[in-house]
Every structure is written in structure tokens, then in C-alpha cells.
């Protein structure tokens, strides 16, 4: 159970797992970054997304935390304060960004498997990797599962 003192820095707080149903319109067509097609001006009534839905599999098992100002993970696509979802039920497989409790604070960072021994990168090829020793239990708090990035006015 997450009390108040043992929140990582950056705690945005807990899913909501009575969240209310917020469906907004979302196009039926990915976006083009060129020329947008002209067949592509419409959209139907039924589509619709929730970010509840499409981000959180198990409320109580998710959270959502800032990231801090650093670049290292800049190449996973997380940037400095940008707002990751956590999931604490999922099991972290080799190749998850996952958040772990390491030397006494929290970090992101990539989960790696070498000759059967865990390693953290970071996204960031100037970062050497992290090697857990073998005699280390790894306290990884959780899966990222999603990360969001403010574009307006950042």
C-alpha cells in the first residue's frame, strides 16, 4: 500500500477506479506529418476513445508519475516532465521501461537480460548501462506503460 511517504518524487496520484467515461471523437485514419488526403474529412459517430480504456488495464494496480528533468531516457520517447503511466500489476519482462527503486530513489530506465543478469539502460547511448550484481534484488515498482508529452506551449 502507497502512503504518503514512500510516493516517489513526481507522484501524480492513483488511476480512479470509478473514472468516469470520457469519450472524446477520434478519426478513423492515422495522420499523415505530409500532405493530408482530401478522402479524409470525416468521421463516424461511434468513433470514439477513452483514454481510461485504452491506457489503464487495472486501475488499482496504476499510477502516473512525472518524469524529472533529466534527457537519459529521451530515447525511449521520454522526455523531462512528461507524465508516465505505471502499472504495478504487470510483470516486467527484458526490453520493458520499467520504474525501479535503485540505490535508494526511483528511476526509469530500460530492463535488459545478459547471461542471465538483469541490466538498466537508459535511452540515451552516452549512459552506461547499469549492471544489478547478482546478490542485488532488483525492487522494480513497475511496468510504463504509456508516456504523454505537453506540446502546446511547452
Request: with cysteine; net charge negative.
Amino acid at each position: 500500500m502507497l502512503t504518503p511517504s514512500s510516493f516517489p518524487p513526481g507522484f501524480l496520484g492513483a488511476a480512479n477506479l470509478a473514472a468516469e467515461v470520457l469519450a472524446l471523437p477520434v478519426l478513423p485514419v492515422r495522420v499523415t506529418c505530409g500532405f493530408p488526403s482530401p478522402a479524409e474529412d470525416f468521421f463516424g459517430v461511434t468513433d470514439l476513445l477513452d483514454l481510461n480504456q485504452r491506457c489503464i488495464d487495472n486501475p488499482v494496480a496504476t499510477f502516473f508519475v512525472e518524469a524529472d528533468t533529466g534527457e537519459s531516457m529521451e530515447g525511449f520517447g521520454i522526455g523531462p516532465g512528461d507524465t508516465l503511466v505505471v502499472d504495478r500489476s504487470k510483470r516486467p519482462r527484458p526490453g520493458d521501461v520499467v520504474m525501479v527503486l535503485w540505490e535508494g530513489g526511483f528511476t526509469v530506465k530500460q530492463l535488459c537480460q545478459r547471461a542471465g543478469r538483469f541490466e538498466l539502460h537508459s535511452g540515451n547511448p552516452a549512459n552506461a548501462a547499469i549492471l544489478v550484481p547478482e546478490d542485488v534484488e532488483l525492487d522494480v515498482w513497475g511496468v510504463v506503460t504509456w508516456s504523454f508529452r505537453k506540446q502546446l506551449r511547452r
